[in-house]
């Protein structure tokens, strides 16, 4: 991290492309964002829950039911696997690199994200 990058705490639906992730260890470059709608919710004070209709729960609570999901670069790949982060086949995709990450979650995922400071 440089002296211009500062760390700090981002839902996950506000990422971006472009962000470095610190995840498990590995500094991930988002670069591809997939959505996906559906599944089980629950209210923000957590109080109701219930099946997403449609990919939304009640009034209030449409983004609690998107899955985000960035396809990311590893850019200290040789430090993970040098330290055995994550098992190297985990970093694999079907079209050969080596090099990938998925970062997922819902609204509920708060990243430690490095960003450029002012």
Known sequence: MTATQVLTGVPTQK?????IVLSHGMRVRL???RTHHGGHYFS?????????HQG???AGTES?????????TVTNL?????AR???V???RTDDGRTDQWTVQGNYLATWRVERTGN
């Open 15 to 19: 990422l971006r492309a472009g962000d």
């Open 31 to 33: 670069d591809t964002l």
């Open 44 to 52: 923000p004070d957590g109080k109701t829950e219930g099946t997403c």
């Open 56 to 58: 939304y729960g009640p």
């Open 64 to 72: 609690c039911c998107v899955i985000y999901a960035w396809s990311g």
């Open 78 to 82: 040789e430090e993970v696997r040098e």
């Open 85 to 87: 982060i994550v098992p």
């Open 89 to 91: 086949g985990w970093l």
